[in-house]
Antibody
Framework: QVQLVQSGAEVKKPGSSVKVSCKTS????????ISWVRQAPGQGLEWMGG????????GYPQKFKGRVTISADKSTSTSYMELSSLTYDDTAVYYC?????????????WGQGTAVTVSS | EIVLTQSPGTLSLSPGERATLSCRAS???????LAWYQQKPGQAPRLLIY???SRATGIPDRFSGSGSGTDFTLTISRLEPEDFAVYYC?????????FGQGTKLEIK
């Protein structure tokens, strides 16, 4: 049984950074791609990028390039998402999600979500 | 970027009725690479359908998906009380992988 467990809620000031963790149990972490998806309050879902731990390095949509860094620690089966230069618009719930084993980027297992609030 | 437009925004139906949700892509690059998710308040999304028409593990057969190219449909044949939620489509044929804005299925 695959489970993704995320770190707890965060409150950050504008201009600062946040780093959220996602620990995977079950499955094969190194070869399973992990993506991050966020959801602003009352809004839809937005893909932020992903990583395949065995290869390292993240892939990001243009909107987030230069501001988000996704990493993975194979020794602890944990993925991290760091978002810098926070603004109020970054207030959202951040989810990690496992990419299906086929390699196609749809998501069959999700973390419980981490609420990030940007407030002065 | 492929934009997905879902309709209607809100669908009001009663248990036992049939629900039909639509997802239209701005370009045909997604092929059949479309997924549907269900999300309930305070919960993470749950994968229902992938490949436009394949049910994910454990999903009841009252959920079905169809379509290809730019027009896709999620059908719930007979609504159960637990089906009232928000539904999102997602294309994974071309990066960036994008979601629709959601359809809220509410009890009439």
């Amino acid at each position: 049984q695959v489970q993704l467990v995320q770190s707890g809620a965060e409150v950050k000031k504008p201009g600062s950074s946040v780093k959220v963790s996602c620990k995977t149990s079950g499955g094969t972490f190194s070869t399973s791609a992990i993506s991050w998806v966020r959801q602003a309050p009352g809004q839809g879902l937005e893909w932020m990028g992903g990583i395949i731990p065995i290869f390292g390095g993240g892939g990001y949509p243009q909107k987030f390039k230069g501001r988000v860094t996704i990493s993975a620690d194979k020794s602890t089966s944990t993925s991290y998402m760091e978002l810098s230069s926070l603004t109020y618009d970054d207030t959202a719930v951040y989810y990690c999600a496992r990419v299906h084993s086929s390699g196609w980027f749809y998501f069959d297992y999700w973390g419980q979500g981490t609420a990030v609030t940007v407030s002065s | 970027e492929i934009v997905l437009t879902q309709s209607p925004g809100t669908l009001s139906l009663s248990p036992g009725e049939r629900a039909t949700l639509s997802c239209r892509a701005s370009q045909s690059g997604s092929g059949s690479n479309l997924a549907w998710y269900q999300q309930k308040p305070g919960q993470a999304p749950r994968l229902l359908i992938y490949g436009a028409s394949s049910r994910a593990t454990g999903i009841p057969d009252r959920f079905s998906g169809s379509g290809s190219g730019t027009d896709f449909t999620l059908t719930i044949s007979r609504l159960e009380p637990e089906d009232f939620a928000v539904y999102y489509c997602q294309q994974y044929g071309r990066s960036p992988y994008t979601f629709g804005q959601g359809t809220k299925l509410e009890i009439k």
